[in-house]
């Protein structure tokens, strides 16, 4: 078999194809991986509308997807014997990064500005077998279920958001229950968050957060939200904000729920600039610290995730509402579009 | 009623008394407390015991215990609006600090060099009634059970041990399962630990610490802890130690076990000065970071507290093994002196 | 003597005005304090010009004026012996706190949502004595200027703007050169900077900025910044961006000139909520943090304020830019308004 | 020329031997280093002496040292673009890590288990060449003079020691004046420390410890330190203690006069075991954190040495006690045997 299925971008304009292409050879430093398992991104759901992002960024042809996971089967000429070998079960940082800039040599290469991420600037996943460095392949426990190691990727940038401000006994407040969201729900409360809220416009949404353990899932359409969210915390502000929307009202809203002296992680990207930001009063006065947060801590994030996994202290398998096989990419996709989903899950070679 | 009843060392030696005292009044700054529980700490025995260091610190005729809850019954006349009033259930931190000095200033209370200690350098807690200032009370929420609102003050010692490390993800080994050890366990459970080891000399004991969350519960003088304690953690180092024992063997044992660059908080006083130590080879060159605790951080460890027993993540109960009315000290003292105990409650007027 | 000088604001609308009051008896929480030496602020310029802030917040009759130092001449029934006494030579922390809340109990007293301030809320210092909480009472070294130790209130800004970022061997961007933004030009280098550059408007105060150490002092409307501040940095971006201007340009080029993973601590107040402003590009998928900064650590501030000035790798006289007796407030007042000024002292009695 | 001068450990034994060996070619991943200058650390004269340590670790034959800075002159064939290049001047970290490892992957590359050690497990540098894996090449700035280039490596375990505990506006006692001891007063003072103390029994050291910027030097052997000390610091206890000696009298002195809730840095390695050691007294009840330090933090450490040098506010020159040719490298390595030197650089090829 020389050849294999994949989902690509072929064209400047929106839709993806699926295509034969040939199974690439692993570079010197690479590891070629038979996907078993990869979930999709709102970042491919944005490739596939072709946004104004994708077009800046996307030169088809491009195999796309980048959350994934599967089995070694070759490695290259130059990869070591301490690193990951063939039969080895991976899932891989989707941050190609370049090790000697400053960022990397300081522990921050997460925002290496030399950055190549897969799927978007280099091949991607879905298909049924991908080439990655050896550096971006990170072992899984055998026990590990493939639906949850492909998740990994995304549910990294979860755990980035929460880890990045102490949660020992803080009162939570999350807006947005999309993927990630969700995801930071549990990871607050595995890394001892007392009281945990969210927010979120989707009843869906709304349900699966309480499904996976918030205490109170509010909906600013229905809701008096700052009342509810105020009354759960015994009247008070909360101590953190984890702000997984995108959207500026709850952004606002959620720095003014926030106590002085509070933390705030910021992962949601908003669709434009902000206006009429109270920096001021949101902020400066209010002695708040506010964390941009972008990509995993390499390698921390993927420790850490592996830990809560192992101890079975978060359970993404409620997170995973949707699997098809790969061959389905379209209704996969739309579906996902859809804002009807958790995440889902999509296999090649069914 | 101007008259209480007592348990109070009345002169140097061995052993305690019952007596009848005048209920005390309330300083200026301070509270009056109406006890409705009160446990009994190490301390408490060594004082009993009339050790070395109670010759050394303790002025008979002194009334003893530190740990307790109940219900302020009278306040000075200097207290203020916004400070703990009649009527509030309260437990009190044992630790009466300047408030003045650097340690005080810079948050670390803890160690302030001034400290006065509620029944032991000040009249304490094992009567029906106590005055303490107004700063070292401490208000619960109305829900905690009285035996567990006198436990904290004792609960804040593994708190602030558990809580001087950062446990996300981590494997941590926790030498000694007595009331602190135990308390560790499900702390550091609540704050991200992985997987818990731990240790004891005593089958009671580690007993205790499987029924509050220990992963492993080993006995140096049956198992092979290294072994053991290794394989528990897929064969590695552990990334936290946490000596909650005192025994030098304990944490000769614990650092060994403890992987370069991890970090290692010390509760537990032994009996001596240390012989035989391998500064160089268990701490400096495997770049290792130790963790003296003292006391309770003033107030972080409280806001963690009431925050780990408010969201259910940690329970007391299982911990608390025995329970006494006060008139009934001496068998309280002696089972607790008997080392088959976790925490024994005691309660005045029954 | 039983009456003193003072300035004051007499009633709602601009201005001040000098009066005579009675000397006032300190109440038995606080001390009287022989006043030495006062500073103008800008929140005074604010007040003395009645903006709209001020007509929220100022409720007169009111002696305002919140930095100085001078000797306690008496203090209140109920200061102990261990708290600051007659003839102590002291400064102030302007803000006073309510000690009871969250805020205050964690370490956050600078963000007390209680807070009460000397010169806004309660009577000032601009004055011959005022009375003042022993709590917020600082002894001075006896060999401290007392210009020096009037500026401290102010100078604490500074050094909270600068600690809550590690400097050492990091590059710095310096935006605004206000006496706060001066001031914190050699606490930087004091805390470790390598490379500070700075940038204002005003071609005298980038003046006063090369005086106190900055190593290149850009001018927005004459200079090319961007390329200018890059160069001095071997062509990188800063590690580190204190905004201590208030102008939003400022901010925003600022933030465009911080390292991916850089941090950023903002003391200036924006003349409004800022608009178009990119919270994705220049904060989250850069992984930015923000500080905001208001008033000084309770009590961290402090001791590293008396640290750098009894070491003498801070010397603020430079920025001490002009002298007035009391009685020629008005000059002084509209030598501050009119920019081209550093700190401003004041001397009552003369 | 194919063959070179290096100084080396021929045999299992003490002392060196001056040897002619061919130029080693670079391995794939490996630069060959043209040596311009290169330095003694402490651990040459143990494995001159043939200590126990080296007769347990040293293969003969060997090239020793570990110090050095020269120019690339050829690099193997899997070298990256972006990484070091023929040309570039350079200094080495002398562990070789695995990269790897969980210590690796997590920022703790300085206490890698796999580390190898150049002029330990690897041919070292006291010779007019050294070929070292490419990832441990660290480009200096043109204009650093070769005999600081040289001294980084160690220059960097006092970096990292001082770099540990936070200096800002702290009192410091140093307790050994040996080349780490001395130069981390510099080190200290730039980051932020107000008062600097530091101990020895050589009158030569004390001498290199006031030049290089020690507030007070004192000789245990002739002051009252503890007197002495105390009375620097206004009569307080330190608030950090830099333990550089190895001396377990210093050690034990240092924590006696470390305050509580301080903290240690350990880089010193006592000759043995610690008998008699107060863990109780000196650390878990005064709340003290120790930090054993080894090596130098992967890459922090050479960042903040790169911005202490060229901002000048370290001078490691009157450091350099000696100079000499390679050629004289017995009376070299003799004149570091005496104590009675700060750091000795010397020089390959003349």
Chains 1, 2, 3, 4 share one sequence.
Not at 132 to 160: D, R, T, Y
Not at 256 to 271: F, I, W
Not at 330 to 341: D, I, K, L, Q, R
Request: charged residues 20%; proline residues 7%; hydrophobic residues 40%.
């Amino acid at each position: 078999m020389s050849t294999m299925q994949a989902v690509a971008k072929m064209q400047a304009g929106p839709g993806f194809e699926l295509i034969r292409e040939e199974i690439p050879p692993p570079g010197p430093r690479e590891v070629l991986v038979k996907v078993t398992a990869t979930s999709i991104c709102g970042t491919d759901v944005h490739i596939y509308n072709w946004d104004k992002w994708s077009q800046g960024r996307i030169k088809p042809p491009l195999i796309v997807g980048h959350e994934f996971t599967g089995e070694i089967v070759e490695v290259g000429a130059q990869v070591r014997a301490n690193e990951p070998q063939v039969g080895d079960y991976v899932s891989a940082e989707s941050h190609i990064v370049c090790g000697v800039c400053q960022q990397c040599k300081l522990g921050q290469g997460h925002v290496c500005p030399n950055t190549r991420i897969i799927g978007v600037d280099t091949n991607g996943c879905y298909a049924e077998y991908i080439t990655i460095p050896v550096e971006n392949a990170w072992k899984n426990p055998p026990q590990m279920a493939p639906q949850v190691a492909s998740l990994q990727e995304n549910f990294g940038n979860a755990v980035h958001t929460v880890s990045a401000v102490d949660m020992r006994g803080k009162t939570v407040l999350i807006t947005g229950c999309g993927p990630a969201g969700l995801m930071s729900i549990p990871v607050a409360r595995a890394f001892g968050a007392e009281i945990i809220v969210t927010t979120d416009l989707s009843p869906y949404r709304l349900d699966l957060a309480r499904k996976v353990g918030a205490d109170l899932a509010l909906n600013p359409r229905e809701d008096d939200v700052a009342r509810r969210a105020q009354d759960a915390v015994r009247g008070k502000s909360f101590d953190v904000l984890l702000e997984m929307s995108g959207a500026p009202a709850a952004l606002i809203q959620g720095l003014h729920l926030l106590k002085p002296g509070g933390e705030a992680s910021l992962l949601g990207l908003a669709p434009d600039t902000l206006d009429n930001f109270d920096m001021n009063n949101l902020v400066i006065m209010k002695g708040i610290t506010l964390h941009g947060i972008a990509g995993r801590r390499l390698w921390e994030t993927w420790y850490q995730m592996r830990a809560l996994l192992a101890a079975k202290v978060v359970d993404l398998t409620p997170i995973i509402t949707h699997e098809f096989p790969l061959s389905r990419w379209h209704e996969a996709v739309e579906t996902m579009a859809s804002g009807e989903s958790g995440k889902i899950v999509m296999y090649p070679g069914e």
